[in-house]
């Protein structure tokens, strides 16, 4: 507490004393606060960029209107380069207003005048000035898998030194539409290579010179063994595959089936990627499938297959009559297939064909078959599997019957003896 | 890279505009409550009064220096009149009426306290009454200067906060925490300081005092951390700037200079001095001092950190 005695005004001296010495103790700290704050990166000193959007209206009077250009005495056949589309003021560079890149005198109306000190393309004569605001220029865009030669451009820029490189040449007219800030213009390679052609830029057979390509298979294959445009990446052509692309498999993008990026994870197998929707047969789907249509060539198998003559019932493994080999073997294509893929195709026989004629227990045949079918050829029957051809020749001829071969049945209905 | 353009010149400019607008803030309120007739001599309206318009006068001159213009050519500084678009000329119009306005306040609150001054000044200006109706005149300019102070302090957010290149100060928090900021250091430049070592604790003249204390230090503390929190989540250039400042080289600064005496040792000694209603006479200064100085720093680390975004 201040003494009595003292004058009132005192805490007022007091007040202000105390602000000032908290300034001076901020002052006197700011050198150890300096060393402390990460110092910037030093940069060239910058030309400052006038904030010139006011200061343009008698640019924007004549080149916002063909008639007053030409009324101000331009070439008609030109005046379309100079025209200027006014919602260009509404970009972040236009908002900079006309004499900030283009010099002159954007207040003055008299045209020679007006034109006195003209930038015509501010990134050729003055690219510096790019560079007050567009500082942290990226290497990479890794977005769109882009290297960039910003920095090589950007050291010759403050260096000085020559650079057959400007802003605009990549960039376009930043201020009047064309703005790639925005992501929103997309540029064909075929602009770049035009442009490096006409420059004789080396590298330009080297894709990795501007891309990052996403694939870690440079060891093996090169960008064109696949890639065939410089318009779209996805226009690529099949050099070369472990299997043939036929069929629909010709006309899937690679990473349908592949795992992105680097094409790994695959057998080769048509459980890659297809998972069998049925519980017969097994993982070989290509002997029934065919990559033409999965549906459809099943399909096609199945109307082309025959019906089975014989009752099924009993006879349920197929495979155990229709061998590899045999009287009535499976066919040569039919190699592979399980026995409970067989009933998928081949129906069983109509119900009328299946009333035998003849008894299918004669004297203990047991219904097998083949005793009277041999190799299960259903079109005739063969009574000599049991019943030798000469002993029945020398009985009958005893009796004076001749001419008795497939012809057992006719005295024999039922197999039994006369 | 923090922007390397404004430094501790603007620091200060904001400090003095925001702790002087403060300042003007609690003499207004302990004028208009009546509270500064309660007692015979009342330092908080005396200092209150007199001493914003020196503080942010000053402030202005440095803001002036710091722009380049303003020591080349300084008659540019009119051209920022009548750009309205600008939140720097909606300033510089409210610190033109707010300056005037602060002088005058200070020198009537003077001549209140020492009714000499206008007899002596009748003895060059004659046409001045021999008595003056002070408080009727403070009852206008206090309301009217209030709006302005408030107008100042918020400024000087709405000043960082318009600059979209700086994601950082980007953000409407801004403006709010400079302007309780403000009224944060006015109390305890206004009365932590001057008003305890003018009359020693003030908690006796004003009861809820540190309750006020409590509630500015406690949203200041707030809006710090929403500020800091809302850059996290913005990510880029935002949270490399909150990230300087909580763990960076200025970290240090930010949690001893700024947290721990501008907002934690304050608030609980406010606290304290609540619930015991009363407190040492050094606790009252050191609480003060801690609260002035982090209002410097919590300003100059805001400026430092502003990193721009990269085009």
Known sequence: MLPEHWPRWVPILISIFLALLAIGLGLVLEPAAQALRPQPTPTPTLPAIPYARPLSGECEKCHFSREALLASGADPARADEVLIDPASLWTPHGRLGCVTCHGGKGQVADKDQAHEGLIQDLTDQYPQDCLICHRNLPAEFPEDRLRTPHGAIVDAVWEGSPCAVHCSDCHGQVGHGFDPVTGRTVCSMSVCLDCHRERNVPGLTDCITCHIGP???????????????????????????????????????????????????????????????????????????????????????????????????????????????????????????????????????????????FPQDHDGAAGNCVLCHPGNDFSAYNCETCHAPSGMAEVHAARGISEIANRCTLCHPQGEKP | MSQPHWGWLVAIYLFLGGMGAGCFLVAAAVEWTGERYKHAFCPTTLVGATVPGPLIALGTVLLIFDLGAGKMEPWRIFYMFTHFRSAMTWGIWILTLFIPLCFLYGLVELMHVYPGILAWARRWLAFLPEDLPYRRIKRILCPVGSVFAVGTAVYTGVLLSVVRAIPFWNTPVLPFLFLVSALSTGMGLNIDLSGTIAVGPMERRFRNLP?????????????????????????????????????????????VVVVLFGLLIPFLFHAYAYGARQHSLAGGILSGAGIVIAGLFLRYLIVASGIPVAL
């Not at chain 1, 010709?250 to 990026?261: D, M």
């Not at chain 1, 459980?271 to 029934?288: E, I």
């Not at chain 1, 409970?340 to 129906?347: E, I």
């Not at chain 2, 935002?238 to 300087?244: G, K, L, N, P, T």
Request: charged share 15%; with cysteine.
């Open chain 1, 215 to 357: 694939h870690d298979v440079a060891a093996t294959l090169d960008c064109q063994t696949c890639h065939t445009s410089t318009e779209r990446w996805d226009q690529v052509a099949l050099r070369v595959h472990p299997v043939p692309l036929v069929g629909k498999h010709a006309a899937i993008g690679c990473f349908e089936c592949h795992q992105w990026p680097n094409f790994r994870g695959l057998d080769y197998v048509c459980s890659d990627c297809h998972k069998r929707p049925h519980t017969f047969g097994n993982d070989n789907c290509a002997l029934c499938h065919t990559p033409e249509g999965w549906k459809s060539s099943a399909e096609a198998l199945v109307a082309a297959a025959t019906g089975v003559p014989h009752p099924v019932a009993g006879r349920e493994d197929c495979r155990a009559c229709h061998g590899v080999t045999g009287g009535t073997p499976i066919p040569e294509d039919h190699k592979g297939r399980t026995n409970d893929t067989c009933l998928v195709c081949h129906a069983e026989a109509p119900a009328a064909t299946a009333e035998h004629p």
């Open chain 2, 211 to 255: 309750l006020y204390h409590m509630v500015f230090i406690g949203g200041e503390a707030l809006l710090i951390g929403l500020l800091l929190l809302l850059a996290f989540l913005r990510g880029g250039a935002a949270a490399q700037s909150a990230q300087m400042i909580v763990t960076g080289p200025t970290g240090l600064i930010f949690w």
